[in-house]
Nanobody, 125 residues
Framework: QVHLVESGGGSVQAGGSLRLSCGASGYAARPYSMAWFRQPPGKEREAVARIDRNGNTNYADSVKGRFTISQDNAKNTLYLQMNSLKPEDPAMYYC???????????????????WGQGTQVTVSS
């Protein structure tokens, strides 16, 4: 049974930083790609960043230059370094994993097989 557990959320002032972590376990094989999504209250879930097993990354335009996705394969952990946090960044942040090959990077939530329970990020102005 694949299990993803996020941590590192919290409250920070605008302009501050947070680092989210996602521990993964239960895989028969490493997922092809992993991603961070977020869902603000009352809004749709949206993709933030994606990384494949080769370390190639993709970002939503809204976070480019501020957020960095990375992974430590030895620790089976996915990270999201969030800098210069803005008042529009607060949300529940989820990590997700996809165990199938994709010809093109996908930011569709339905393309990811496994999800964590989320960690809350709050930004105060």
């Amino acid at each position: 049974q694949v299990h993803l557990v996020e941590s590192g959320g919290g409250s920070v002032q605008a302009g501050g930083s947070l680092r989210l972590s996602c521990g993964a376990s239960g895989y028969a094989a490493r997922p092809y790609s992993m991603a961070w999504f977020r869902q603000p209250p009352g809004k749709e879930r949206e993709a933030v960043a994606r990384i494949d097993r080769n370390g190639n990354t993709n970002y939503a335009d809204s976070v480019k230059g501020r957020f960095t996705i990375s992974q430590d394969n030895a620790k089976n952990t996915l990270y999201l370094q969030m800098n210069s946090l803005k008042p529009e960044d607060p949300a529940m942040y989820y990590c997700a994993a996809r165990d199938r090959f994709d010809f093109f990077p996908t930011f569709r939530a339905s393309d990811y097989n496994y999800w964590g329970q989320g960690t809350q990020v709050t930004v105060s102005s």
